[in-house]
Nanobody, 115 residues
Framework: QVQLVESGGGLVQPGGSLRLSCAAS????????VAWYRQAPEKQRELVAK???????TVADSVKGRFTIYRDSDKNTVYLQMHNLKLEDTAVYHC?????????WGQGTQVTVSS
């Protein structure tokens, strides 16, 4: 069983930056891919970024050029660096660790972009 703990959310003004962290309980990145999702009120969950076991990163078009996903395997942590935040980035952000057979989620961290 893998435990995931997200942190780093908060209130930020438009144009600001935040870095979200997702700490995993153990050395998992050689076994699982990882993704960040977000869900705003009354909206469907949206895939924001993902990182394969081999380190290949992709991000959604809505955040391209602003968000970056990366990991620190020594710290068993994956990050979502967010720049130039917009009002529409407001959501609960969840970390997801997955393989063909397993799927783990963190509890989520709230990001609120507001002036």
């Amino acid at each position: 069983q893998v435990q995931l703990v997200e942190s780093g959310g908060g209130l930020v003004q438009p144009g600001g930056s935040l870095r979200l962290s997702c700490a995993a309980s153990g050395s998992v990145f050689s076994i699982y891919a990882v993704a960040w999702y977000r869900q705003a009120p009354e909206k469907q969950r949206e895939l924001v970024a993902k990182l394969t076991m081999g380190g290949y990163a992709t991000v959604a078009d809505s955040v391209k050029g602003r968000f970056t996903i990366y990991r620190d395997s020594d710290k068993n942590t994956v990050y979502l660096q967010m720049h130039n935040l917009k009002l529409e980035d407001t959501a609960v952000y969840h970390c997801n660790l997955y393989s063909d057979d397993e799927d783990y989620w963190g509890q989520g961290t709230q990001v609120t972009v507001s002036s």
